[in-house]
């Protein structure tokens, strides 16, 4: 849900009159109204030339969340290239993804609302609009494309809901996103050099690589948590070396009678205050923002990065590497942070809704990996060719293929529960300037997380 | 000189009353419509004003008894999201926030503003008015998404301004907004720096308007400098001081922009606010009748204590 750091900037936007906040969206009597179009059955069209029905509108709207440079770029020509080949009009209104998250619930499932659209993950938005029935399940879609067999049933569970969208990560799948994202190291290769380092084979040799970076005067892990939600990326890399992913699952779609408050959870925030009282972080991370600290990395300052696939265009591709979080012994992989982007789903209520399958097949296609990779790391392996020259994307599309080899993927701590991002960032704060140890921090957190899993 | 203004007033006045009296006469039965039109007029700023305050308002108290996401149909329960709040530590911190905020929005702005009206002020004359003006309105001028954008820059440990002023005498680094004990008061810092600006312009123009008689008469009657701003100054400055307490004051309960823009309520919760909880539920846990609730709460807050100061106005009446 936290995970779009730069699209943080349009964060700006929703900074309306106060008092008009919440009146901005009232409620309009019936909204009952239930999915009518969709699901009738002609399910063929696959690939090639338009198979979708004749009787179809020619038209699509979409709304997705591509609306910088390159992401753009990219959008605008794959999309011209979905219209060329199926003889019809495709109108992209990009928006920011805050944007997006305030307008769609209302949008979807209206008439006038788009046909196609980019639906954020999790209880708050995706399963919001799933329960007032405004989404279109994809399931049978999604098992004649092989969605399934190059994602895999514990990713695509992510973008899974019952169809009242109460239960989180099981039932039918709602969209697909052409973005992949996993969490991991990115490291300063001349640093690196001089110090003779090598990525670690295990999380040993991590700590031990952090200790000598540290004895050397060198800012082992660049940092800056003032924005808050950084610190769950690294406490959530550590943490996920002491669980595997079926209590990942539990704790994340509430499936499971799992707790917070585990031994593995106290060790990990352990293993994360030493590293701040160690001075392992950039000096006054507290007070540092994810800009300021990737700008910081960017620079050649600090030898390594702990954060998200989505920072790697702004990293040099040529002196910049990345591995994933090692694990106990050599050669064996802990889940990793990660998923998909944001998305892609289709309306409920679409006149169109074969050519809107299509259009979600074709953005998130094998094919259409090989431009996307010249944004940012693309959900479908694209082939070596497409990223021999980048040998930053190279290493994040290998780790990302080892993750879903190894069905290895994490998560968000963040999704526990609507009211956990909160309860995470605020208790991540206090652990990091020493101000709760590391058994009130999971106590406070399973506290949060059995209240809110009540509801 | 006031017999002369006298005369030429009159000689005004009469062709006037003389059309007046026959308008009149030719409207006839028309009278009626004359009575009619300043409702007429006021009919359309009244349509505005109930179609985009009152409505939204009475949709927001209603919607505080049901329990909403914002998709499906609103269920009523009664007084619960009321009784949340008062469970919620988060809220009731809030609420302590922007008590804090009244400090640093009201208090602070006022007084230094206050204080620098009287020092750069000689008995009720104000030199080079025109660039306080203008200097002091500058942040007041400013988005305050801007300003919080560009004081976020300046505290940063990274090559904030303020920072390397603070290096320049040997002090280390001070992650401001990230260290528990600082972050409330630096956001706080720049609520005054905004404000008392908009304080000064109001009471540089109020010393305006002092009648310069009492200053002379007060000297006269062997007043010192405080005497004179005790019994002088500030009793003419009572308008504007109210004025800017209120306005001021009503910035302070409803701060929102300063604090999402800055911190996003952290460290740890410790600058968060009523009107960013209400952003949280509506927007991001789709509460939307708690936040209504919180909503509501606000709105009676804000207008009792505007009530409770805009009495000292009234007085002076």
């Known amino acids: 849900m936290k995970r779009h750091p730069r699209l943080r900037i349009t964060m700006l936007a929703p900074l309306l009159v106060v008092g008009l906040l919440v009146t901005a969206c009232l409620p309009s009597g019936s909204e009952d109204e239930q999915a009518s179009g969709g699901q009738t059955g002609d399910t063929t069209a696959t690939g090639g030339a338009s198979e979708a029905a004749a009787d179809e509108p020619d038209e699509l709207v979409v709304w997705d969340i591509y609306v910088r440079g390159t992401e753009r770029d990219v959008a605008e020509q794959l999309t011209a290239q979905f219209e060329d080949e199926h003889g019809v009009t495709v109108t992209r209104e990009p928006k920011s993804l805050d944007d997006l998250k305030a307008t769609l619930p209302l949008a979807m499932g209206q008439a006038d609302g788009p046909d196609v659209a980019s639906v954020n993950q999790g209880r ?273 599309v290998s780790s990302w293929q080892e993750v879903l080899d190894q069905d290895q993927l994490g998560h968000y701590l963040d999704w526990a529960s609507p009211t956990f991002y909160d309860a995470l960032t605020a208790q991540l704060q206090e652990l990091l300037a020493d101000r709760t140890d590391p058994q009130a921090f999971v106590t406070a957190l399973e506290a949060d997380y059995a209240e809110s899993s009540q509801r | ?60 108290v209603r919607l505080s008894f049901y329990e909403w996401d914002g998709l499906t149909t609103p269920t009523f329960n009664g007084l619960t999201n009321y009784l949340d709040l008062v469970r919620d530590d988060t809220f009731i911190g809030a609420l302590v926030h922007n008590g804090a905020f009244l400090i640093f929005y009201t208090v602070v702005p006022v007084a230094l503003a206050l204080l620098l009206t009287v020092l750069l002020t000689q008995e009720g004359t104000v030199r080079g008015l025109g660039v306080y003006r203008v200097g002091l309105f500058v942040p007041q001028v400013m988005p305050m998404v801007v300003v919080g954008v560009v004081w976020r820059w300046m505290y940063s440990p990274v090559d904030g301004a303020i920072n390397e002023l603070l290096g320049l005498v040997g002090v280390d680094p001070i992650p401001f907004l990230g260290d528990a004990s600082t972050a409330l008061p630096a956001v706080g810092l720049v609520a005054s720096w905004v404000q008392y600006g908009f304080a000064m312009v109001l009471f540089m123009a109020g010393v305006q308007s002092i009648d310069r008689t009492l200053y002379d008469a007060a000297s006269v009657d062997g007043a010192g400098q405080w005497a004179k701003f005790r019994y002088v100054t500030l009793p003419g400055l009572r308008g504007p001081i109210v004025v800017a307490t209120t306005v001021s004051m009503i910035a302070a309960l409803r701060v929102f922009d300063l604090v999402f823009v800055m911190t996003r309520g952290g460290p740890a919760r410790r600058t968060t606010v009523v009107a960013f909880e209400i952003y949280q539920r509506a927007f991001q846990l789709r509460e939307v009748g708690g936040a209504a609730a919180a909503a509501t709460v606000l709105v009676v807050l804000i207008l009792v204590l505007s009530r409770f100061v805009l009495r000292f106005q009234e007085e002076d009446a």
């Not at chain 1, 895999?152 to 039918?172: C, K, S």
């Not at chain 1, 031990?208 to 808050?228: R, S, Y």
């Not at chain 1, 693309?378 to 990223?387: G, I, K, L, W």
């Open chain 1, 124 to 396: 708050a938005d995706m399963g919001a609009i799933v329960k007032a029935g405004g989404l279109m399940d994809l399931t049978e879609f999604g098992r004649e494309q092989g969605w399934f067999d190059v994602w895999g049933e514990n990713l695509l569970a992510r973008n899974m809901f019952d169809e009242n969208g109460e239960q989180f990560g099981t039932g039918n799948l709602y969209g697909v996103a052409p973005q992949a994202e996993i969490v991991g190291w990115f490291y300063n290769k001349d640093m690196f050099d001089t110090y003779g380092l090598t990525p670690p084979a295990t999380f040993d040799e991590l700590e031990q690589m952090l200790a000598t970076l540290k004895d050397n005067g060198e800012t082992p892990i660049t940092f800056g948590n003032v924005d808050a939600w950084p610190a769950i990326h690294t406490y959530g890399a550590i943490e996920h070396t002491f669980v595997d992913t079926s209590y990942l699952n539990d704790l994340i779609f509430g499936t499971g009678d799992v707790a917070f408050d585990t031994e593995q959870n106290a060790q990990a925030a352990d293993v994360l205050q030493r590293w701040a009282d160690e001075g392992y972080f950039t000096k006054n991370f507290s007070g540092i923002s994810y800009d300021d600290s990737w700008a910081q990395f960017a620079a050649g300052e600090g030898a390594l990065l702990l954060t998200g696939s989505w920072i790697a265009g702004e990293l040099d591709p040529d002196t910049v590497g990345f591995f994933l979080t090692p694990g106990d012994s050599e050669g064996s992989l802990p889940p990793q942070t990660g998923g998909m982007g944001v998305p892609l789903a289709v309306s409920a209520d679409t006149e169109a809704p074969n050519l809107a399958k299509e259009y979600v097949a074709w953005m998130t296609s094998e094919q259409a990996a090989e431009s996307w990779v010249e944004a940012w790391l693309p959900s479908q392996t694209p082939t070596e060719d497409a990223v021999a020259d980048n040998p930053l994307m190279t290493d994040l």
């Open chain 2, 1 to 60: 000189m006031a017999a002369s203004d006298t005369d030429v007033e009159r000689r005004r006045e009469a062709p006037s009353r003389r059309r007046t009296t026959r308008d009149r006469r030719s409207s006839g039965p028309g009278g009626v419509g004359r009575r009619w039109l300043p409702y007429g007029l006021l009919a359309v700023p009244l349509a505005v004003y109930a179609t985009f305050v009152l409505y939204p308002l009475a949709t927001t």
